[in-house]
C-alpha cells in the first residue's frame, strides 16, 4: 500500500530555531506539493516540484523558507528562523498525471503539525 | 480576483441523510475542479476530479456536479454514514499558471 510519509509527525520548536520537514513521496510520482493548513487560512500551495526541479514557489515566504528535493525519494521544507506565525500543519503530496496533459492526481501525507512558541 | 467559496461552513445532519455541499469560484481561466475530504488530524483525500468538459463525476456514494458557465459545482453524499463526518474542500486550478485556489471548506458532522 504505497503512500507518503512524513517525518516529524509533530515538532514543538522557540522562536528562532531551523525546522527541518521531510517528506517521501509515493515511487514513480514525480511531482511532489508542498501545503501549508492554518484554521485561519485553510489549505495553501507552499511550492511544487517536477522530475525534482522546483516549479513554483510563490506561496513561499523566501526570506526564510526553501525547499529542495535532493533525490527522488526525498523532499525537504526548511525554515529558518521560524516563528510563531508558522505555527500550521505542513502537508506534503506527490502527484501523478492520470491522462497527459490533464490534471493531477495528488496523494496527501498525514503532515507534520509545527509549533513555534 | 481568483476565489473560491464554500458553503455552508459548517453541517449537521443525521445518519442516512443525503446532503448536499456547494462551491462558488471565480477562478479564470478555468482548468479543473476537484473535492477532497479531510478527516480530523490526516491529509486530504481526493474524492473526484472534475474538467470543463465533465458536468458530473460519481464515487461511490458522493457524486460532484459542474456547471462551468455559472461556475458553481456541488458535492452530493447520499445515505450519509458516521465515517462522513470530515471536512470537504474545494480546489479549483487555473489553465497554464499551475494555480491552485483553495477553500475554506464544509465541516460535516454526522450524528447518530
Known amino acids: 500500500d504505497a503512500r507518503v510519509t512524513q517525518t516529524p509527525r509533530h515538532k514543538v520548536t522557540e522562536m528562532g530555531q531551523e525546522v527541518t520537514m521531510r517528506c517521501q513521496p509515493i515511487l514513480g510520482h514525480n511531482t511532489v506539493f508542498w501545503y501549508r493548513q492554518t484554521m485561519m487560512q485553510g489549505l495553501e500551495l507552499l511550492a511544487y516540484f517536477r522530475n525534482r526541479a522546483p516549479l513554483d514557489d510563490s506561496g513561499m515566504p523566501k526570506d526564510r523558507f526553501s525547499a529542495e528535493m535532493p533525490d527522488a525519494t526525498l523532499a525537504t521544507l526548511k525554515i529558518q528562523p521560524s516563528e510563531p506565525r508558522d505555527s500550521a500543519v505542513y502537508f506534503c503530496?506527490?502527484?501523478?498525471?492520470?491522462?497527459?496533459?490533464?490534471?493531477?492526481?495528488?496523494?496527501f501525507g498525514p503532515g507534520t503539525r509545527l509549533t513555534v512558541t | 480576483k481568483n476565489q473560491v467559496e464554500q458553503s455552508p461552513q459548517s453541517l449537521i445532519i443525521l445518519e442516512g441523510k443525503n446532503c448536499t455541499l456547494q462551491?462558488?469560484?471565480?477562478?479564470?481561466?478555468?482548468?479543473?475542479l476537484r473535492w477532497y475530504k479531510q478527516d480530523t488530524g490526516r491529509g486530504p483525500v481526493s474524492l473526484t476530479i472534475?474538467?470543463?468538459?465533465?458536468n458530473t463525476k460519481s464515487n461511490g456514494r458522493y457524486t460532484a456536479t459542474l456547471d462551468a458557465d455559472t461556475k458553481q459545482s456541488s458535492l452530493h453524499i447520499t445515505a450519509s454514514q458516521l465515517s462522513d463526518s470530515a471536512s470537504y474542500i474545494c480546489v479549483v486550478s487555473a489553465t497554464g499558471a499551475n494555480n491552485l485556489f483553495f477553500g475554506t471548506g464544509t465541516r460535516l458532522t454526522v450524528i447518530p
Open positions: 503530496a506527490s502527484g501523478l498525471r492520470l491522462l497527459a496533459g490533464g490534471p493531477y492526481e495528488q496523494y
Open positions: 462551491c462558488n469560484y471565480t477562478v479564470s481561466p478555468f482548468s479543473n
Open positions: 472534475m474538467t470543463f468538459s465533465e
